[in-house]
């Protein structure tokens, strides 16, 4: 029988991971790492069982952030982009940046317009404050966004952020 043994270096730390038919990365968090032949293959998907591979590998048991916490799905290492540690501690109030998907867009306009229904007479707006790039507080977005979200639906959102995106600077002279 094998013993359980916490890695340090891993746990509670945040891997991308292919998801969905579209193939794009849904953030996990790491509960565990280990070697293995039996692990689903990528794109994750709702109904993504482990299966048995060639050859033992390393392996994550991962589970899904924000969508079913309860549900350890084992994924190879090779598959995960492992994100850089912060060591930041963030809050609810803590402003975050992202861009908005068309479902996203959708979902914030029609927020919007039931606002207005509401509260008239005041001018709301997605608050954009760089080219495609939004400006939020976390519990707005979780407010706003959070019974849209589960793995298979569409995202909402992408290129999700802390830190303040910069422009990148235009080549001056080139066409």
Known sequence: MSEFVVNTDLFGRYANIPTNHSGRKFIYKIVSLYKSN?????PILYNSEPT?????????????????ESKVIRVALKDCEIQKASGKTYTMNDDLYFKLTDVGKRIWEEEIERIKTLLPGHDWQIPYVEDEWVKEQLWELFKLFGKHVNNGF???ITDLTFEKPIKEKQNEGSN
């Open 154 to 156: 569409d995202l909402c």
């Open 38 to 42: 039996c692990y689903c293959d990528v």
């Open 52 to 68: 048995l591979h060639k050859d033992i590998v390393p392996v994550l048991n991962v589970i899904c952030c924000g969508v079913d």
